[in-house]
């Protein structure tokens, strides 16, 4: 039954129809146009002392074009940057699923990289080589190696519409960006955008040390070192119209008695519907990588029975990970719970491929499609092999 013509029909059917109420409702604001955008921030640039922008420029980056995008600004080590941005990139404009520039708006300084993204529509980063500074629309691509070489057809883009606005300022050498934030926010008439960067700086988010989060999905402001009720070290989770995959090396033999155990306490799903097909594969789930780049990982569903196996709906993704539903429905929710899975079966039975070790343990949060909020906290995360037992949180 599942993942059928019939069942995508369904789903996406049942989205079209709160698509449709989201926009008669009002719920969705619309996004300015470019036009618009230029005419909130210009002023604001015209207001700035002389001397502290040393150079700026609007751009709109239409979805349909594949990276990369030159701004036309050439940067020097220790320049500072604030990029500015707004708009939606749709991938169904019948559904309402956008992808806002927190996500989708990636940049690189000269030809060879790295690539680098801010965890909001606004962000500011300090140039650390000479070069040129581009821009990349990135879903529905996906990066092949950190230098920005994009791994998905050029054509793909074909499929998306619509765009982003785009102002980058560059400051001049040795400017307090984040004070100057400060004090641009002392005066309430400036532009949301301004505001917004300056929220920004004053509410940063750390990322849980040691993990890091997957480099091609870039960073996030997701997962949050915690402490339980009972003193045990925690990783909240709090996702909403966000994507994100925190990682941790953890290296044990996958053999017979290779187990995964975990506590968690789910307190929202970020969606109701099955999760198996693209515009609603929105989900909370802890996972593991194997040596030979698979990855099992382990979900809560809305509306999938436990014991469900299905191949990642994302094009980018189906080759590489297999979701396996552990729990279903609202039973459950706000309690934590212990789970315990045998690595070494589910690999036989669900993958049976060559891996012969776990090489990495996954947080996974992702609400990009339908923008809901997903919460939840993990504790007392442990490999178990008949040797030892390694503790990963």
Same mark, same amino acid.
């Given at each position: 039954?599942?993942?059928?013509?019939?069942?995508e029909?369904? /789903?996406?059917?049942?989205l079209?129809?709160?698509?449709?109420?989201?926009?008669?409702?009002?719920?969705?604001?619309p996004?300015? +146009?470019?036009?618009?955008f230029?005419?909130?921030?210009?002023p604001?640039? +015209?207001?700035?002392?002389?001397?502290l922008c040393?150079? !700026?420029?609007? !751009?709109?980056?239409?979805?349909?074009?594949?990276?990369?995008?030159?701004?036309?600004?050439?940067?020097?080590?220790?320049?500072?940057?604030? /990029? =500015?941005?707004?708009?939606?990139?749709? =991938? +169904?404009?019948?559904?309402?699923?956008?992808?806002?520039?927190?996500?989708?708006?990636?940049? %690189?300084?000269g030809?060879?990289?790295?690539?680098?993204?801010?965890t909001?529509?606004?962000n500011?980063?300090?140039?650390?080589?000479?070069?040129r500074?581009?821009?990349?629309?990135?879903?529905?691509?996906?990066?092949?190696?950190?230098?920005?070489?994009?791994?998905?057809?050029?054509?793909?883009?074909?499929?998306?519409?619509?765009?982003? +606005? /785009?102002?980058?300022?560059?400051?001049?050498?040795?400017?307090?960006?984040?004070?100057?934030?400060?004090?641009?926010?002392?005066?309430?008439?400036?532009?949301?955008?301004?505001?917004?960067?300056?929220?920004?700086?004053d509410?940063?988010?750390?990322?849980?040390?040691?993990?890091?989060?997957?480099?091609?999905?870039?960073?996030g402001?997701?997962?949050?070192?915690? %402490?339980?009720?009972?003193?045990?070290?925690?990783?909240?989770?709090?996702?909403?119209?966000?994507?994100?995959?925190?990682r941790?090396?953890?290296?044990?033999?996958?053999?017979?008695?290779?187990?995964?155990?975990?506590?968690?306490?789910?307190?929202?799903?970020?969606?109701?519907?099955?999760?198996?097909?693209?515009?609603? !594969?929105? #989900?909370?789930?802890?996972?593991?990588?194997?040596?030979?780049?698979?990855?099992?990982?382990?979900y809560?569903?809305?509306?999938?029975?436990?014991?469900?196996? #299905?191949?990642?709906?994302?094009?980018t993704?189906?080759?590489?990970?297999?979701?396996? /539903?552990?729990?279903c429905?609202?039973?459950?929710?706000?309690?934590?719970?212990?789970?315990?899975?045998?690595?070494?079966?589910?690999?036989?039975?669900?993958?049976?491929?060559?891996?012969?070790?776990?090489?990495?343990?996954?947080?996974?949060?992702?609400?990009?499609?339908? %923008?809901? !909020?997903?919460?939840?906290?993990y504790?007392?995360?442990h490999?178990?092999?008949?040797?030892?037992?390694?503790e990963?949180?």
């Amino acid at each position: 039954m599942l993942r059928t013509l019939a069942h995508e029909l369904a /789903v996406a059917a049942r989205l079209a129809a709160r698509a449709t109420g989201r926009r008669l409702s009002g719920s969705v604001p619309p996004v300015a +146009s470019d036009r618009e955008f230029r005419a909130t921030l210009e002023p604001w640039l +015209s207001s700035l002392p002389p001397g502290l922008c040393t150079g !700026h420029a609007f !751009h709109w980056l239409p979805a349909t074009q594949p990276p990369w995008f030159d701004t036309g600004i050439d940067l020097e080590p220790g320049e500072p940057v604030t /990029v =500015l941005a707004d708009g939606r990139v749709f =991938l +169904s404009r019948a559904l309402d699923i956008w992808v806002g520039p927190s996500f989708q708006l990636w940049c %690189r300084i000269g030809e060879r990289g790295p690539v680098f993204r801010g965890t909001r529509a606004t962000n500011t980063f300090t140039a650390r080589e000479r070069g040129r500074l581009w821009m990349a629309s990135y879903f529905p691509g996906e990066w092949a190696d950190p230098s920005g070489r994009l791994g998905t057809p050029a054509e793909d883009y074909a499929q998306v519409s619509g765009g982003m +606005s /785009v102002l980058a300022v560059k400051w001049a050498r040795g400017t307090d960006v984040q004070q100057l934030f400060r004090d641009f926010a002392r005066d309430t008439r400036v532009p949301g955008l301004v505001l917004a960067e300056a929220e920004r700086f004053d509410q940063p988010v750390p990322t849980p040390e040691p993990w890091d989060y997957l480099w091609h999905l870039g960073p996030g402001e997701i997962f949050r070192s915690r %402490r339980t009720a009972d003193g045990r070290a925690a990783i909240g989770c709090h996702t909403h119209g966000d994507v994100g995959i925190l990682r941790r090396d953890a290296r044990v033999a996958l053999r017979p008695g290779t187990r995964l155990r975990w506590s968690w306490r789910v307190d929202e799903l970020p969606i109701d519907l099955a999760e198996d097909t693209l515009p609603s !594969h929105d #989900y909370l789930s802890i996972a593991v990588e194997f040596d030979d780049g698979q990855d099992l990982t382990y979900y809560w569903s809305a509306a999938l029975p436990e014991g469900t196996v #299905y191949r990642c709906p994302l094009p980018t993704w189906k080759d590489k990970e297999t979701h396996v /539903v552990v729990r279903c429905g609202t039973a459950g929710l706000g309690r934590w719970l212990d789970e315990e899975r045998d690595l070494h079966a589910d690999y036989a039975r669900i993958l049976g491929g060559p891996a012969r070790e776990v090489v990495r343990v996954w947080l996974i949060a992702n609400s990009l499609f339908q %923008r809901g !909020h997903g919460r939840c906290e993990y504790a007392s995360i442990h490999l178990v092999t008949n040797e030892g037992t390694l503790e990963v949180l």
